[in-house]
């Protein structure tokens, strides 16, 4: 019989890097703030996590992040003024990222790494297990990847990380699983966890990307777990003692995701998403594609 685990409801977001990437834009501008065609990045991540059933959302946020606070509040002043012009359209625009989730912020003080800004929430999630939703990967609405991590993570209990296949030559850019076949054929279990390894060093070609579902112990290990590769503390790390020893947290098994994502980690895949987004919305689409194919003709 299939084993029962608490319900997930709590999401957090860690959002406390520095955007060095995308300089000088992100000097005063959160990267997470930066528009993926008419919308910010960070509010795609939100609204995924309410998708999968978590309206409990922690931000991981720091320094000069306060506008991702004040996209997720209310504007008064603008709401007024689009009522009084009748423009209800755009009013409702507005609303929706007020009113999408109960949102929580603490700030991450120095940025010791993607484990030390996990373990910032700890106070937050207390006990129970919890989504980890990083902004660089939007995932399309229509694979809905986090509900079947939460639905795996439900079953088995532990933890539950997102992998993706990539060709060899390119996973020395992600955390590497190693890991073993289910009954299940999108389910793998991962018996260890690498970051970012040369590839002639890779137990797999399976990266691991921003997704995860994590069991509580997770904290105990991450208050003792050493800075490691660029001297942050690295999840991956965490997570790699969890696999090695299921006694500690529960198992930990992987999503092999084949569904659309977007990655705005860097420049050009950044500009890519939002080529691929526009393209697919149904309000600028046929015009814009019109316009792409004249362009990529005239190019060429």
Known sequence: MTQSHPRISKAVIPAAGLGTRFLPATKATPKEMLPVVDKPAIQYVVEEAVSAGLDDVLMITGRNKRPLEDHFDR?????????????????????????????????????????????????????????????????????PLLQRMIEIQEQHGGSVIALMEVAPEQIHLYGCAAVETTADGDVVKVTGLVEKPDPADAPSNYAIIGRYVLDPHIFDILRKTEPGRGGEIQLTDALQQLAEDEKVGGPVHGVVFKGRRYDTGDRGDYLRAIVRLACEREDLGPDFRTWLRSYVAEEM
């Open 75 to 143: 504007n008064y002043e603008l709401e007024s003024a689009l009522q009084k012009k009748g423009d209800a359209q755009r009013l409702a625009k507005v609303q929706e990222s007020s009113d999408l989730a109960t949102m929580h912020y603490v700030r991450q003080g120095d940025p010791k790494g993607l484990g030390h800004a996990v373990l910032c929430a700890a106070p937050h999630v207390g006990h129970e297990p919890f989504a980890v939703l990083l902004g660089d990967d939007l995932i399309d609405p229509r694979d």
